[in-house]
């Protein structure tokens, strides 16, 4: 026999058997961002290379080491999707969404691929759910975007989440607080990892989210951007703390986080939960007001966030969050003898054309073993036909709960209306 091919590292099955969790919580991630005005955008898994290299930033971990890049027919670099803002963005210029006026609000949940070190809660194909926000400079928008991920939590019944925000500033301030990381770096350049030593030229905030314990221990030290503030962002900063507060948003301000992208500016924030262990981010994001421009567009501020299914999930497992199980079986029907079969074959298939989970045999198995496959499959009712069943034209259907019985005539109208 030939070997069993497995499927590659850091990739999921979803089990038929534990699908209705992911459609649970999709759900809820669906009709929240509808609540709130967002409409569904789709785009490709896979985008040309250049996209994310421009978009989400070429000194990033994600564009440096993630990538999963390949070379198609035509000799065109392709990259599949790490993230989803870059194409939300290429979208939006290439649709002209716009023209239809600002904002835009959109959401997507999507799987991206990030070739990361495997381990709980980091996958090579994870899911996301996002939000993106285009066309508003407004402290009202940060805090809309943020107040959606609130809801969210509350829906899933997940509890004890931190939101942590921090402002990194604009193309105005940032030079001020780069030449400041920079001239702290290089006093300690000698222990840096090679990567970093390489972004304290072009971009030393990049060294703030290495994953080097060393490196970490070094930026824990670092000059702090909200000291760098220029007065715009500092207004801005103040106005969206100001809008969670009105909103009873509590929320806790973390200098140290800059996110891993390079499209940021202004806000950024984090939700953690301690239930995820060292991939304590359940959900990040945050503004990106020159993105757009970046991408080749007018000037359009921006921001939203993106959070793993994944990682949610493991929140409500960890927090003994029950996840509704759909219906089952409704009703089996077992043939007795040959002339049954195909009697019981259309009344099958007529009650599931009406919208009833009936079941059958299809295997050939006699009627002991029939109703042994009625049990596992969880049927609420079942219902034996043979010959002297089609010569009366109805027979009983068992509540298997109780073991009752009543009767009813063989024709699928009559089974909906007796089982409903
Ligand atoms: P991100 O911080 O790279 O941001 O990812 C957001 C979330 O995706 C993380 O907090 C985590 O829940 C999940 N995630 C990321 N990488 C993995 C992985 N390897 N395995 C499992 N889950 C993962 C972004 O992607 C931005 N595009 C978010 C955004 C949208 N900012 C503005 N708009």
């Not at 065109?76 to 939006?92: W, Y």
């Not at 006026?101 to 959401?107: A, D, E, S, T």
């Not at 508003?136 to 997940?158: F, H, K, N, Q």
């Not at 990381?181 to 222990?191: G, I, M, P």
């Amino acid at each position: 026999m030939p070997d069993l091919i497995m499927k590659p590292k850091g990739t999921n099955d979803v089990l038929p058997g534990e699908s209705y969790r992911w459609h649970y919580i999709e759900s809820i991630l669906r009709k929240t961002a509808e609540d709130f005005g967002y409409r569904e955008i789709r785009f490709p898994a896979f985008e040309y290379t250049e996209l994310f290299v421009r978009g989400v930033g070429d000194t990033t971990d994600v564009v440096q080491k993630e990538m999963f890049t390949f070379t198609d027919r035509g000799g065109r670099s392709i990259t599949l999707r790490p993230e989803g803002t870059a194409s939300v963005v290429r979208s939006f210029l290439e649709n002209s969404l716009y023209g239809a006026g600002l904002p835009v609000k959109c959401y997507y949940i999507v799987p991206n691929f990030r070739g990361e070190q495997p381990q709980a809660g980091r996958y090579r194909e994870f899911h996301q759910f996002g939000v993106e926000y285009l066309g508003s400079p407004c402290p009202s928008a940060d805090a809309e975007v943020i107040g959606i991920y609130t809801v969210i939590l509350e829906r899933l019944g997940i509890k004890n989440i931190r939101l942590n925000i921090n402002s990194i500033g604009c193309p105005k301030c940032r030079p001020n607080y780069h030449a400041a990381l920079k001239s702290y770096f290089d006093s300690r350049k000698s222990e840096l990892c090679g990567t970093c030593l390489g972004r304290m030229e072009k971009n030393p905030m990049r060294i703030l989210d290495c994953k080097s314990p060393v490196c970490k221990k070094i930026a824990a030290d670092s000059p702090v951007v909200l000291d760098f503030l220029c007065d715009e962002c500092r207004e801005h900063f103040e106005n969206t703390k100001a809008m969670l507060d009105a909103m009873d948003i509590k929320y806790s301000i973390d200098p140290q986080i800059v996110r891993g992208l390079d499209y940021y500016t202004k806000t950024v924030f984090e939700f953690v939960s301690s239930d995820l262990g060292a991939q304590s981010t359940v959900c990040g994001g945050g503004r990106y007001d020159g993105l757009v421009e970046t991408l080749g567009g007018q000037p359009t501020p921006g921001l939203g966030f993106a959070s793993g299914l994944e990682r949610l999930m493991m929140i409500m497992d960890a927090q003994g969050i029950i996840i509704p199980e759909p219906g089952r079986c409704s009703i089996f029907i077992a043939a007795l003898g040959e002339k049954a079969d195909m009697p019981v074959q259309k009344l099958v298939h007529d009650l599931r054309r009406m919208g009833v989970q009936a079941e059958r045999d299809t295997a050939g198995r006699g009627l002991k073993a029939q109703m042994k496959y009625a049990d596992r499959l969880g049927a609420s009712y079942s219902m034996v036909i043979g010959d002297n069943e089609l010569g009366e034209g109805k027979a009983k259907i068992k509540d298997m709960s109780t073991g009752g019985q009543f009767e009813c005539l063989l024709t699928a109208e009559d089974i909906k209306k007796a089982i409903m």
